[in-house]
């Protein structure tokens, strides 16, 4: 569970972004868009970003809403169902409730073994805190809706940016294997 990090264990969110990339398919002759990655970026206070992947719809169309954009993306999905957030943004005073509770959010951890990531919600009054285990994009959302920060421990924003680096170098170095060349043309190159 969450502790009390130092300010220098964090960084802070100071943008949040939500998109959705598509792949098509054919039925009857008729295309329909299938939604294929879905993805949060939270740009931080040192210029990188954190990527939230395979993160659900209807957080992602939430945020995209709450930014002001993308209503032609709800058409394309044709999904006339509201959400749980839709749900809570209509209730007069919902979120300011939850606003007077939500201290801030912290994107603080990882499970090593399915790579999905947790946050915290600290929760609140004065000198008490309740700190609650959540879905990364639900907290964030919560934060969005509620105007509270959001921080990524460095420590996660270190690990994420070394192991993308990792993936670039890999694709990179198997982009130049011999069994990429026919042998004769390999041969001619020597």
């Known amino acids: 569970m969450s502790k009390n990090y130092r300010d220098d264990e964090l960084l802070r969110v100071y943008d949040v972004d939500a998109s959705i990339s598509f792949t098509q398919t054919i039925v009857d002759g008729v295309v329909y868009p299938i939604p294929s990655k879905t993805l949060i970026s939270c ?56 606003g007077k509770h939500l201290k801030r959010v ?15 919600a600290e929760f609140g009054k004065e000198n008490t805190v309740i700190r609650r285990k959540m879905i990364p994009s639900h907290a964030i959302l919560l934060a969005l809706l509620t105007h509270k920060p959001i921080y990524v421990r460095k420590i996660l924003v270190d690990q994420q940016q070394e192991f993308e680096e990792d993936e670039l170098e890999d694709d990179y170095s198997q982009s130049f294997t011999s069994s990429d060349y026919d042998d004769e043309v390999y041969d001619d190159v020597i």
Do not use: C, H, Q
Request: overall charge negative.
């Open 106 to 120: 912290v994107i603080d951890s990882i499970n090593p073994d399915t790579y999905t990531y947790a946050a915290t």
């Open 43 to 98: 740009r931080l206070e040192d210029g990188r970003v954190f990527r939230l992947y395979s993160v659900p719809i209807d957080i992602v169309l939430v945020v995209k809403k709450l930014k002001g954009s993308d209503l032609e993306l709800e058409y394309m999905l044709k999904d006339d169902r509201e959400t749980i957030f839709d749900v809570i943004i209509s209730i007069p005073g919902a979120i300011e409730e939850i």
